[in-house]
Every structure is written in structure tokens, then in C-alpha cells.
């Protein structure tokens, strides 16, 4: 186990007790909904689930750099996912994707300062090197990426 400390992030408190002030109205309207048993009931429903699943999403979502592996927890589960499996990470605009073996995760609900702050632990402890800016795809702002062939991640000095 390292001894390097774990960045962490997740959503700001305001931004989740917001969404889950909007979520309660709406799941409440959904039941009603849903109790009328009519086609166009449960479509009404369904459309007022969004919010709900959007503050759940909100809630749940958290990001963590510790010294062993990234952590990326979602609406439905947790990832983790060591080192040498990060593969990629892309700045693009409005936020940030890490690719890492077999999925790609994008750093949402959080604030910029601690996007900021988890991109640098990201790629420093995945040991990536920054891609030169002539060979970047449209759309992506800042590249860093694990060299063709590489498979290990070198250690963090």
C-alpha cells in the first residue's frame, strides 16, 4: 500500500442538496402519476423520474486518486481500477475523460477546483506523459496519454 495521501471529489454539498429539493416534488408527481394507471400517466411518470435519477446520480458520484488506484464511483456502482490501467486522459471542454482498460469514465458534478486538483493527481501517479498539441483530435483541449507499447506505469517520483 502507498503512503501517498488520497485526493478525493465529489459534487458540492449545495449543488446536491439542490437537486435533491427538485427530486422530492418530482418523485411524489410520479407516484400520483403512476397510481392513475393510464398510458399517458406513465409516461408523465417516467418523464418526472429524470430529476430523481439525476439527484441520485449527483449524490452518489465520487472520484478517487489514492495511492494504489482510481476510484470512480457512479449511480450504480463503484470501479476500481489500478494504475497501470489508465491508459488516457483527455481535457475536453467542460471537463475531463479518463480512459482507462474497457471503459472510459468523465468527470462530472464536480466543481473546477476539484476537477482541477484530481486531474493532476490522475495523471501523475498514472505516470502519463502530455501529448504534443499538433496531434490532438478536434475537441480535445490537453492530452495525456501512455506511450504505444508501454504497460506498466512508471512509479511517481
Known amino acids: 500500500m ?3 495521501a488520497t485526493v478525493e471529489a465529489r459534487a458540492p454539498v449545495l449543488a446536491r442538496w439542490a437537486l435533491a429539493a427538485l ?3 418530482c418523485a411524489a408527481g410520479a407516484t400520483a402519476l403512476g397510481l392513475a394507471l393510464s398510458v399517458r400517466g406513465l409516461l408523465g411518470a417516467a418523464a418526472l423520474c429524470l430529476p430523481v435519477l439525476l ?3 449527483a449524490w452518489r458520484s465520487r472520484w478517487s486518486a489514492g495511492g494504489d488506484a482510481l476510484r470512480v464511483r457512479g449511480l450504480a456502482c463503484e470501479r476500481v481500477h489500478p494504475w ?3 491508459v488516457r486522459v483527455d481535457r475536453v471542454r467542460g471537463g475531463v475523460v ?3 482498460r474497457g471503459a472510459s469514465h468523465r468527470m462530472v458534478w ?3 477546483a476539484d476537477r482541477e486538483r484530481l486531474l493532476r493527481a490522475v495523471v501523475t501517479r ?4 502530455r501529448v504534443r498539441a499538433e496531434l490532438l483530435p478536434v475537441g480535445v483541449l ?3 496519454a501512455r506511450p504505444a507499447g508501454a504497460t506498466r506505469a512508471p512509479r511517481a517520483r
Open 142 to 144: 490537453a492530452r495525456w
Open 84 to 86: 497501470e490501467a489508465v
Open 110 to 112: 464536480l466543481a473546477t
Open 98 to 100: 479518463v480512459a482507462v
Open 23 to 25: 427530486a422530492i416534488p
Open 2 to 4: 502507498s503512503t501517498e
Open 55 to 57: 439527484a441520485i446520480s
Open 126 to 129: 498514472a505516470g502519463l506523459p
